[in-house]
């Protein structure tokens, strides 16, 4: 008797070092695809700062090679088996509000009220991660992508200056072609961000908006002598063979002198500084032509989907991404500038400070415009990627005519679909 009571209690403590051991494995996994040079730095960085605030959680990381696409893809499927992460890396805008509206993420707004959200992120930033009064994400960084970045070495070396109109970007991009250095770096997936600038450049910020919220046609004569300036401009010096290249592998064309100038988000910063250059003085910056009152952003959130299994870490994670600590810890290694408006500018290298400073001057002065892509509709964003990238292949009229064709016909379509969203009234 006495024997079987010992033997009870042994796989009572058993049991309970078991369920112990079960709780203490469980974690708040956070999905992303900072993968290379110094995104994963920032991570890093990142989670690090998470654990020392929250001693008592657990942070875990799966990397999803990829973009937003392949995100999305991968969310799908864990929808499907009810199996999401804490949280996620998410694009803002609609991407975010197509799984608000499919009632797959939790709303934040404990988090949002803990950090301030409405004291420390810009009206703008609020717009288009708040839907029916309710935050669904926490904006963590803030890219630039319509700033031009530039080997200084190849510049000096031909006594160029960084252009202010086209018809000068035109003549340095001749100068260094015809010294044998290829004027424009490009990648495969990246064009649809050089097409902003000439957007702006036609339409002016509030045609911009417009095609953006579905109330421009495609087929406008505007929008049609934006796509020329893209082919005519841009296009035209893309570097020989750029359809084969991803964006860390065209950076690297610019780094070994092969080519002289690259548009891409400003987490290239972190990349070049990966790779020894030095900020300021192997490379600099300058606004794309028809940008200088305009900066065009794309933001990386946090987003915690509904379902997740440690709830309360996913919200530490989330509230660790709005802080300052966090986004100090994060934008450091980034290249990129801290979403919450408290983060002191002395975080940044001088390129960084000099993006800093230049949103400073634009947010007071001009217009801050968000990642177009991410404001339509997500078929339309996709096709019209798909589009651009068609067009830079083939800079053709026949091709531009069958390209404002497809695009109009699907903004048609979506309107009937009242698929579009004017963000500004969110």
Known sequence: MYRNKRVVVSLIAALVLLMSASVSIQAAEMWHYWLSGGEKEALDAFLDKARELYPNSEFTERGIPGSTSEMRRQLGAAFMANDPPESYQSAIGYDMKSYV?????????????????????????????KFDGHAYGIPLNTHVISHIFYNKAIFDKYNLTPPTTWD????????????????????????????????VTVLGPEGYLALGNGELAFTDPRVREAFELYGDAFVSSYMFGWSGYGWAEAANEVINGNAAMYL??????????????????????????????????????????????????????????GGVEGQSAFNKYKGSVAANLDVQPDI??????????????????????????????????????????????NPTDKVLDGVLKTLESMRQDLIKEDAFVKWQDM
Do not use: C, H
């Open 264 to 321: 891409n988000g400003d987490w290239v910063v972190a990349y070049f500084e990966q790779s020894g250059w030095t900020p300021g003085e192997d490379f600099g910056f300058f606004p794309t032509p028809g940008t200088e009152d305009a900066i065009i952003i794309q933001v990386d959130a946090l987003a915690a989907p509904k379902g997740a299994k440690d709830a309360e870490g996913a919200r530490n994670l989330l509230t660790v991404a």
């Open 168 to 199: 000068e970007y035109k003549q340095v991009s001749k100068t260094l072609r015809d010294n044998g250095i290829e004027p424009f770096a490009a990648a495969t997936g990246w064009t649809l961000a050089q097409f902003y600038g000439p957007l």
């Open 348 to 393: 940044y290298n001088p390129i960084l400070r000099e993006t800093y400073d230049r949103f400073q001057r634009v947010n007071a002065e001009g217009t801050i415009l968000p990642n177009q892509l991410f404001m339509l509709p997500p078929s339309l964003y996709q096709e019209l990627a798909k589009q651009v990238e068609m067009y830079a292949l």
């Open 101 to 129: 509206d499919a009632g797959r993420l939790a709303p934040i707004d404990d988090v949002w009220a803990a950090i301030n959200g409405d004291e420390v992120f810009s009206e703008g930033l609020q717009s288009m991660v």
